[in-house]
């Protein structure tokens, strides 16, 4: 053995940029090419998800038409149906709805290998799960985004930027899903079964992202304080505000700065809970 | 005879003991799932209040009225989940394996996979059901006849018939299509949804076959019209409210059947 063999692309510091745009590239990859295979599952999702839309899209809707100015929240008709459709469209791809893998990899005890990987394991959970998110971009996104506007009138965006600034909070809204799915996970290694967390994650998640009702709905102060104190918004409320242009420019643009600090402090929280989980770990003796 | 159905209890007795120790012994998990479905059961009528907010009346009915709906449908499919929902877990027993050794055993099929995992975490959302459906009463102005006491008893019970009916529907896509995925869930908890808010709130085909195709207004929307004695905008008669039992059965006829052709053609996926 002259150790050339062995040589794996790794991520530090003192390695080329390549090689860990390599790596990273390839884990994304990895995880794009195992979601591709489950065909039949992904367009069952696509019909669940489309009959979620009609059912949201028509109760919007009624309450827009009982609302004296028909604007509730100040969401015109075709920016409340734009708003449940492509937030039908988001739902898979930012994994609102929970993610136990993690979890059952610490409970089963095969979490210790990751621990041998070359790769830091927040990057090699969170790579595979941006190829995740891209194929579910490409598969159960435009499904519902397409029965929305073949049945009901979208809201065109005015503004040059919309679109590209979408899908720059697009990806940061699953950075962020992704690492709140970490952290809720990482309990197991304290508590051994991450079921009840996880299942409170999805709760939390359906009702403050937005996704049962836009949360322009609730009082202005509680609506705030969602936003600021809780990254629950910045999953499905923030890309779909961003979309269906609801604020002034400004808002607009701070609304996804608001998810970029958000998306760093959940992935510097997620290493150091793996930081403290790996010398539990040891002191377990596993 | 009476010997082998007492030891057909045992066994059933014995399962569902099995599934209380598992629970326990988790405990801190358990209280975190318990209180979980309670907020489960909030968030339905939570949802509603919100929606409320901008307009007194959404589809022509008040919140008052909408929380008498959202809450009966909540009520039937609380005990229609406690009782069967566990169903839809069918296709993960399917692709496992778990169903071979469930047919092995000289039990019911569908009686043992209801008690393969205890429900009990579910059981406080029942509690908030009914609580929701006391204020509901309480704020409308209802007068009580024999036939609306009645009805009050019926209308969840039959809605619970109804809704586990779906569950086993739903799940029975699982003999034929393993890959089902979430498709049930479009029924179950599509259904509970559609089932929650005033009819008339939806439009065209999609509201044509939900609440009258599948059956889903009879659940909560024509029984709280009946109770409230209000004239149903959509035009069904005032009789509508009574026949859920009728149409509850006639579900659970089909659910039946499907079960039944479902567990003769399957087909073990080996190993």
Known sequence: MDGQDARVPTISPRRPFRGVATTFGALVWAGFRRWASYRQATMAGSFTNIVFG?????????????????????????????????????????????????????RSGEVTVDLLRPVHPVVSYLAPDLGRALHRMMTRFVPPVLVGALVFDLYVPGRWWTVPLFAVSVVLAVVISFGCRFLVNATAFWLHDARGPVMLWTLAGG????????????????????????????????????????????????????????????LAACAAVQRRAERRLVAQGG | MGEQRQGRLFAYAALLAAQARAAASYRASFVVELTTNLGATAMDVLTVVVLFRPAPRVGGFTLAQALLMVSLASCAFVVADICVGNIDRLQTYVRAGTLDAVLLRPLGVLAQLMLMDLPLRKALRLVLALVVLGVALHANPIVWTPARLALLVTAPLFGAVFFGSIFVLSASLAFWWVDSGELGSAFTYGGRDFASYPVTVFEGWFRALFAYGLGFAFVAYQPALALLGLTDPLGLPPWAGYVSPLVALIVAGVAALAWRAGIRQYRSTGS
């Open chain 1, 207 to 266: 009702a403050l992202a937005g996704l049962y009702f836009p949360l322009r709905l609730l009082p202005h102060g509680l609506a705030v304080l969602l936003w600021v104190g809780t990254p629950f918004p910045g999953m499905l409320q923030t890309p779909l505000d961003v979309l269906t242009e609801r604020d002034p420019p400004a808002l607009q643009a701070g609304l996804v700065g608001l998810q970029v600090v958000w998306a760093g402090a959940l």
């Open chain 1, 54 to 106: 009609f059912l949201r899209c028509y109760v919007l809707l009624a309450v827009a038409a009982a609302t004296v100015n028909g604007r509730p929240a100040g969401y015109d008709e075709t920016q409340l149906v734009t708003y449940v459709w492509v937030g039908q469209g988001l739902l898979t791809v930012v994994a609102l709805l929970g993610w136990s893998e993690l979890s059952d990899r610490i």
